[in-house]
C-alpha cells in the first residue's frame, strides 16, 4: 500500500477544503499567539511553541537527514523565533516565519559542522531513523525509514516534500520561504515523489530476497 503522502493529488475534494480550511484557521490562530507573545503574553508564547513544535521538529529532522540533531535544532529555531520576535509583524503567517528561521538554522549547523570533524556511529542513525518516522503511514512500515528513504533525495526536491506533503505548508508558502516559484515548487514535490515510490517499490520487491537471505 502506498502512503498517502506520495499518492498523485487529483482535484480537491470537500474533505480536503475543509482540512485546509482548519489549516488556514489555525494559521491565523498561530500568528496571532506570535503577536501577542511579542508583547510580552508568557500563556501566548507557550501555545505558540507548542503549536509549532512537531513541525518544526519534523522540518529539521527531514531537512538535515539528522535525527539525532533535530532536538538540538529545534530548541535553536525556537530560541532564534522568541529573540526576534519583536521583529515579527505577522506579514506572513508565523508558521512560514518559524520555518524560514529553521532553514537558517539547519544551514548554519551544516556550515559548523563541516568545519569540525564529525564522528557518526551508522548503526545508531538507522535507529534513529527508524524512531523518526511518522507512524501509521501506509507503506512505510516493515523497517523501511521514511527518513532513509528521503535522504537519498536532492536537497531541494526534499525540502519541497517535506514542506508541502509532511509539514503541510501550502506551495505557495513553499516557494515563499524557498525563495522559488510556485511551479518550481510542484516540479520537485512531483520528482520527489516519483523517486520515493520507486524506491519504496524496489524496498519492496527486494525484502523477500533479504528475508530468505
Known amino acids: 500500500m502506498i502512503s498517502p503522502a506520495l499518492s498523485v493529488a487529483h482535484d480537491e475534494t470537500p474533505h480536503a477544503a475543509r482540512t485546509r480550511d482548519e489549516k488556514t484557521s489555525a494559521d491565523e490562530s498561530i500568528t496571532a499567539w506570535a503577536l501577542a507573545a511579542r508583547g510580552g503574553d508568557p500563556e501566548a508564547v507557550e501555545n505558540f511553541v507548542r503549536a509549532l513544535h512537531r513541525d ?27 529573540g526576534s520576535l519583536h ?6 503567517s508565523a508558521r512560514t516565519w518559524l520555518l524560514s528561521i529553521a532553514r537558517r538554522a539547519v ?5 559548523h559542522a563541516s568545519t569540525r570533524p564529525r564522528l557518526a556511529d551508522t548503526d545508531d542513525w538507522q535507529t534513529v ?12 512500515d516493515d523497517g523501511i525509514a521514511l527518513a ?11 525540502e519541497a516534500f517535506v514542506l508541502t506533503q509532511l509539514v503541510g505548508l501550502p506551495y ?7 525563495d522559488c516559484p510556485v511551479g518550481t515548487v510542484r516540479s520537485r514535490v512531483a520528482r520527489a515523489r516519483s523517486s520515493l515510490m520507486q524506491s519504496l517499490h524496489d524496498a519492496e520487491r527486494a525484502e523477500p530476497v533479504s528475508a530468505a537471505a
Request: glycine content about 4%; proline content about 6%; aromatic content about 8%.
Open 172 to 178: 505557495a508558502e513553499a516557494a515563499e520561504l524557498s
Open 87 to 92: 521583529r515579527f509583524e505577522g506579514r506572513s
Open 107 to 111: 544551514i548554519d549547523s551544516y556550515r
Open 56 to 82: 518544526i521538529r519534523h522540518y529539521v529532522t527531514y531537512l538535515s537527514a539528522d535525527p539525532q540533531a533535530a532536538d538540538d535544532l529545534a530548541q535553536d529555531t525556537f530560541l532564534r523565533a522568541l
Open 129 to 140: 531513523a527508524e524512531c523518526a518516522q511518522p507512524r501509521g503511514l501506509p507503506g512505510f
Open 148 to 158: 532513509e528513504l528521503l535522504e537519498a533525495l536532492p536537497d531541494e526536491r526534499r
